[in-house]
Each structure stands twice: as structure tokens, then as C-alpha cells.
């Protein structure tokens, strides 16, 4: 099974805890097998991998999220990154070239494709399997999952299948409708468009070769500016009379707010944190190293993070989207590939940063042209290299970096390292980049 996850947007509903690095499908806000904290896209590659330990999953997604995603899950993960973003189409065909081309995948061979957020029992992704067995049968030329609605529901696309089985063709689609349309839609067995569909490989490189010019994955990666920005359900859904669809009938909700993720908390409190018995249906998360104080509370959301705090009423969370997007906020805590950064103070001709180096993780070989650096190694052991130099260093050590200085830190434990950035011009694009050098 060829599974494709679409990775994509800043997840500005889940503001503080989101950011423009850190979208809302890299908070850790469930709880795994383990008992350890999980992200959406820890869970559903879990879920996946559970329904099939032989699936080949692909992560598309875009430049600044791809060291996150070998954070949380390692280095081998296949990710094809989109250069800039442009809808669910493109995404879709630069990932199909990526299997054809960089991954030799046969034109017949199953595709399915997903987004990486959705919340949903594992039965979910065993029904994947009967999706799987659609493209096989090449009984429809598009298969699509269908998931049975609990309510009649504003918020979603709809599925209007031709019957009530298991699988059906596809008779239409709806937008989505307003509430009494809504309600009539149930009435005739219509199904939520959850956003899976299924091919074979073929099938859509055909389509991507009519709409875009290319021949190679890395010819479309390249002038990937130049594609329309087009919605997989527009460019192919709209032009296709043969869809299939499977009903799926288990937990399925979409994560995309500050109220549906409290519904799905084991706890009220996330993080240092106390409410009183005065507070009811309420939650608090906190990733600050203070506690939060709660008292008398009803029906509130507090998120507190590096990147800002959140008070609200649970219903009025739904709405905080382009208030976010009026605030102008650098990215105050990031996961990387290496381990993790928090802004830790901000001034006009410095900035304090805590580093977290993971084993056998190193930075970049780089150097800065306007501004200076000290490093404070707070905990751990590791190597730095200067200008070619290298020395050990441990807890308790001071490195001086002037700019111009080439640099980098080696990991051999887990590094605690505080940076303190000194100059009148410090911004991120403020870096070169070198061979690492042979020591």
C-alpha cells in the first residue's frame, strides 16, 4: 500500500501552540500506547503502519516543515517537499512523480491519499484496505472513503452515493450546505467527503501530464511557480463519471480548533497548571515553565506558550484565525530534525536562546555576518568546531563565536546549550552555509 499524507498550513486555530513552523498536526496533545505524549502525525503514521506494517508512506509538505517531521518520526521517513504552496492538486501530482520517479513505483500500483490530521479509530485505516482492493478491481477510475455522518453537519463536503452499500458508485457531490439542507442530505444517505481518495499511479500522471508541463519529478519541482493553483476535487473529482465510494461508520472528527481538541483531552490540564472546583469545562494547556492559575472558570480555553497566551470562551476559540493573522510574532519555539530551539528573550541588539541538541545530532557548519555569538553549555557533552578547530565541551563551558566565524556543535549526549546572539542587525537570514569539514 502506497500512502500519500498531505501536510499542509500553519494550523492557525491552535494558536499559541501553532506557528508558521509548527502546525497544528506536530502538537503533542495526545496520549500514545506509551503512555508518552503523541502528535496527529505520530498517531496516524502509528495507525498506519498498525493497519499495514508494509506501507510505504510519503509525507508532502512544504519546506519548513520538513525538519519537524524527522523530529518526530526519524530521518527515514519519505517526505516529497512541495517548493511553495499551491492547492491540493499540485501537492498531489509532485508527490505521484515522487513515487514514479524518485521511488520506481509501476503506473498500476494503489495510491492512496490522505490528510495527515484526521482523528479516527484504527478501523479507519483497515478500511484503506478496501480502498486498496477498488483500484485493484478497476471497477471506477476514482475511489473515494465516505465517512457515515453523526449529525447534520455545516462544515463538510457531502458524498451522494447511487446506494447504501458498502461500496457505491458516486452519484454527486455536494458543497457544504446550510443546516436544513443539511439535514435533508441524511435523509438521503449522503456521506461526509473526509478528503481520502484512491488511484492507480497511472491514472493521475496522466491527468498531471495534461494539466501541467513536465516530464520528470524533479523538471516539476523545479517549475512548480508555474502550476494553477487547483484543488484535487476541481481538477479531477469534477471531470471524473467514474468514482467509487466505501462507507466508512467509525470515529472520524476534525481536530481544527482550540474546542475540539479540549473534547478530545484525557485531562483538563495540560502543563503546569491548577483550576479550582469553581471551573467547569474548562482546559488549560500550558508549555511555559510557570504555573497558570484558574478560578471560577465556565466553558474557557487557556493556551499558553513562547509564542503568546490565548484566554477564551470555548465557542468564540472557533473565530481566532484572523485575529492571529493580524499579529506580527516571530517563531518563539520550533522542533527541528536535531532537536528543538525556544526564544527565550528578545532586545533590540540581542537575543537569548535555549538549544536542545539531540545524540548524535549536530548544527549546520555555518557562520553569521552580522552578529556575534556565546554559547553556555548547560547540560550535556558534545564537540564544537571553529573556523576547523575542534574542541570538547561539557557543562559549565563558554564558546565565543565572533561573526565570520565558521561553526558548528556535535551532540555525543543530549546538549543543553543557551545562545546568546549579539549584533544591531540579527535576523534568521543572517547565515552561510559550508562543506562540514573533515577533522
Known amino acids: 500500500m502506497h500512502v500519500i499524507l498531505l501536510s499542509g498550513g500553519s494550523g492557525k486555530r491552535l494558536w499559541p501552540l501553532s506557528n ?30 498498525s493497519a499495514d506494517q508494509q506501507a510505504d508512506i510519503t509525507i508532502a509538505t512544504s519546506r519548513k516543515q520538513v525538519s519537524e517531521i524527522h523530529n518526530q518520526l526519524g530521518s527515514k521517513v ?12 499540485p501537492a498531489i501530482a509532485l508527490a505521484a512523480g515522487y513515487l514514479k520517479h524518485e521511488k520506481h513505483v509501476s503506473d498500476d500500483e494503489p495510491v492512496i491519499v490522505c490528510p495527515v490530521d484526521p482523528y479516527v479509530d484504527d478501523s479507519y485505516f483497515v478500511c484503506f484496505h478496501e480502498l486498496e482492493k477498488m483500484v485493484l478491481s ?30 457505491s458508485k458516486v452519484k454527486g457531490f455536494k458543497e457544504k450546505p446550510d443546516l436544513e439542507t443539511a439535514k435533508r442530505y441524511l435523509t438521503e444517505g449522503a456521506l461526509w467527503n473526509c478528503g ?21 519529478y524533479s523538471d516539476l519541482s523545479e517549475h512548480y511557480a508555474d502550476c494553477r493553483k487547483i ?9 471524473e463519471n467514474s468514482i467509487g465510494v466505501v462507507r466508512y461508520s467509525g470515529q472520524w472528527k476534525d481536530i481544527g480548533s482550540w474546542n475540539t481538541f479540549a473534547e478530545e483531552m484525557k485531562s483538563s490540564v495540560i502543563g503546569k497548571a491548577e483550576l479550582d472546583t469553581e471551573c467547569d469545562n474548562t482546559n488549560v494547556i500550558n508549555e511555559l515553565n510557570i504555573p497558570i492559575l484558574g478560578m471560577g472558570l465556565k466553558d474557557m480555553i487557556i493556551a499558553a506558550s513562547n509564542d503568546g497566551i490565548l484566554v477564551s470562551d470555548k465557542k468564540q476559540s472557533s473565530y481566532i484565525k484572523p485575529y492571529v493573522e493580524k499579529m506580527s510574532q516571530q517563531v518563539m519555539y520550533a522542533e527541528k530534525s536535531w532537536g528543538s530551539f525556544t526564544v527565550l528573550d528578545v532586545q533590540p541588539e540581542s537575543m537569548t536562546i535555549r538549544i536542545v541538541l539531540l545524540p548524535d545530532h549536530q548544527l549546520y557548519y555555518h557562520s553569521h555576518e552580522h552578529r ?8 550535556g557533552e558534545g564537540k564544537v568546531i571553529l573556523d576547523g578547530d575542534e574542541r ?28 546568546v546572539q549579539l549584533g544591531k542587525d540579527i535576523n534568521v537570514e543572517d547565515k552561510v552555509k559550508y562543506p562540514f569539514p573533515e577533522i
Not at 519519505?78 to 492538486?89: G, K, L, Q
Not at 481520502?196 to 498531471?208: D, E, P, T
Open 196 to 216: 481520502v481518495f484512491a488511484f492507480r499511479l497511472g491514472y493521475v500522471m496522466n491527468i498531471a501530464h495534461e494539466l501541467l508541463d513536465f516530464t520528470q
Open 392 to 419: 570538547c565541551v561539557r557543562a559549565g563551558d563558554t564558546v565565543t563565536m565572533k561573526a565570520g566565524v565558521k561553526h558548528t556543535v556535535i551532540a555525543s549526549t543530549e546538549l543543553g546549550i543557551i545562545e
Open 231 to 239: 484543488s484535487f476535487d476541481y481538477a479531477v473529482g469534477e471531470h
Open 138 to 167: 478497476r471497477q471506477y477510475n476514482l475511489n473515494l472513503m465516505g465517512v457515515e455522518p453523526t449529525y447534520p453537519s455545516e462544515k463538510y463536503g457531502y458524498v451522494i452515493p447511487e446506494t447504501d452499500d458498502k461500496v
Open 20 to 49: 508558521d513552523i509548527r502546525s497544528k498536526q506536530f502538537i503533542k496533545m495526545f496520549t500514545g500506547p506509551d503512555g508518552e505524549p503523541e502528535s496527529m502525525v505520530q498517531r496516524v503514521y502509528r495507525q498506519i503502519m
Open 78 to 89: 519519505s517526505v516529497c517537499v512541495e517548493p511553495m504552496r499551491r492547492d491540493t492538486f
Open 372 to 379: 556575534d555569538e556565546v554559547w553556555t553549555v548547560m547540560s
